[in-house]
Nanobody
Framework: QVQLVESGGGLVQAGGSLRLSCAASGRIFRQYATGWFRQAPGKEREFVAVVVWSGTSTYYADSVKGRFTISRDNAKNTVYLQMNSLKPEDTAVYYC?????????????????WGQGTQVTVSS
């Protein structure tokens, strides 16, 4: 079973940057894609970005395209989400999740394991 732990969240002013990390531990038997999702207060969780195991393919939600970059370092078992030009509407709890089919899926139900989340707050 793979465990995921997010870190790097915090409070930042609009226009600022943060880098989130998603560290994996446990018994990793197969390659998996890693996605980032977020959930703002009173809203449903939504897809943000995904990267396949090789790191060669990524996909982003339109709302973050051009501002966020997802990447991974498999030697460190870590996936990153670099967030630039942050807006107040980016405020949410950010979760990472693993898809053992290793696809660029945006569907929550396709992900097999999840982290506990890290809070990102962007002030105006």
């Amino acid at each position: 079973q793979v465990q995921l732990v997010e870190s790097g969240g915090g409070l930042v002013q609009a226009g600022g940057s943060l880098r989130l990390s998603c560290a994996a531990s446990g018994r990793i038997f197969r390659q998996y894609a890693t996605g980032w999702f977020r959930q703002a207060p009173g809203k449903e969780r939504e897809f943000v970005a995904v990267v396949v195991w090789s790191g060669t393919s990524t996909y982003y939600a339109d709302s973050v395209k051009g501002r966020f970059t997802i990447s991974r370092d498999n030697a460190k078992n870590t996936v990153y989400l670099q967030m630039n030009s942050l807006k107040p509407e980016d405020t949410a709890v950010y979760y990472c999740a693993g898809d053992t089919l290793n696809t660029l899926t945006t569907a929550e139900a396709s992900y097999d394991f999840w982290g506990q989340g890290t809070q990102v707050t962007v002030s105006s």
